[in-house]
């Protein structure tokens, strides 16, 4: 029941959301246009080792890293061509900053499936955050929850040299938003054990079911604790997105624009 897939809600806006579609088009054209592994097909379909090195590489140059976010120092060595096992060790060529580091790794996702799960997200909650928050501000918004999520896995593991990319935790925070903003918002929802049958739910069942699923796998309860997703990057950027939603005015409700004046008609008479 903790994992349901939201689809739609009915919450219309007063705004168009460009800054959430110009998200939503970015991640698409970096995924397809940038990384070196994005062709596999949609629904399989493995690399050669090669191949895995090569993303790799590129991973480590653009990704964000624990023990380069903690220590603000990059690694001296980077993957190198595939050896039996791995890839090979060698040393770094490019120059990377740590900190630009969590901002590239918002923009790169490790599969199709990555990438349309937080699409998805972004596309059904962002345009009423946008909407509620003004273009500027939700844009600073997005990229603040998204810092402030990685930085928290990274200081969690400061050892870790695993690479962090998606941008799950910037999408967590506009959960985080959306849920403090329209808890009662109907959100259309499919149902996987119930054979992906669509329920329309209020906004606080999907989106704090959904919460409480990350907790359940950060704290270890959960099954899923041998994935490589960082499931705490999704917990803390939900939580900074409800504290930062309040810190940037939203829950001050912005008022419709005031009908214009009706026009002089001196053949109207009055009632």
């Known amino acids: 029941m903790l ?7 009915q919450n219309p806006t007063r705004t168009t959301p460009i800054v959430t579609w110009l998200l ?3 991640n698409f ?7 070196p592994i994005a062709a ?3 629904l399989g379909g493995g690399t050669t080792q090669a191949e895995a090195c090569q993303e790799l590489h590129f991973f480590r140059q653009w990704a964000a890293i624990p023990q380069e976010l903690t220590s603000n120092d990059p690694l001296d060595a980077t993957a190198g061509p595939p050896v039996s096992g791995g890839c090979r060790a060698v040393p770094a060529t490019y120059t990377k900053v740590p900190v630009l580091s969590v901002l590239t790794a918002m923009f790169l996702h490790g599969s199709w499936l990555h990438l349309l799960g937080n699409m998805l997200f972004l596309f059904v909650f962002g345009n009423n955050v946008e909407d509620r928050l003004g273009r500027a501000r939700y844009l600073l918004f997005y990229l603040l929850c998204g810092y402030l999520a990685t930085y928290a896995f990274a200081f969690s593991d400061a050892h870790s040299t ?3 990319v998606g941008a799950s935790g910037a999408i967590a925070g506009v959960l985080g938003a959306y849920l403090l903003l329209f808890p009662r918002a109907r959100v259309t929802s499919l149902v996987p054990f119930l054979f992906f049958l669509p329920f329309q739910l209020p906004a606080w069942i999907v989106l704090g079911s ?3 699923l990350q907790y359940l796998y950060a704290s270890g309860a959960g099954v ?6 960082a499931y705490l990057a999704h917990v803390a950027g939900f939580i900074a997105g409800m504290v930062l939603v309040i810190a940037f005015g939203g829950l001050r409700a912005r008022q419709p624009p005031a009908p214009p004046p009706p026009a002089w008609d001196p053949y109207r008479r009055p009632y």
């Open 3 to 9: 994992g349901l897939i939201p689809v739609h809600d």
């Open 40 to 42: 596999p097909p949609l």
């Open 29 to 35: 054209v970096v995924f397809v246009f940038f990384e």
């Open 24 to 26: 939503i088009a970015i």
């Open 210 to 212: 959904w919460f409480l």
């Open 162 to 164: 695993e690479t962090l």
């Open 224 to 229: 899923a604790q041998e994935t490589s997703v």
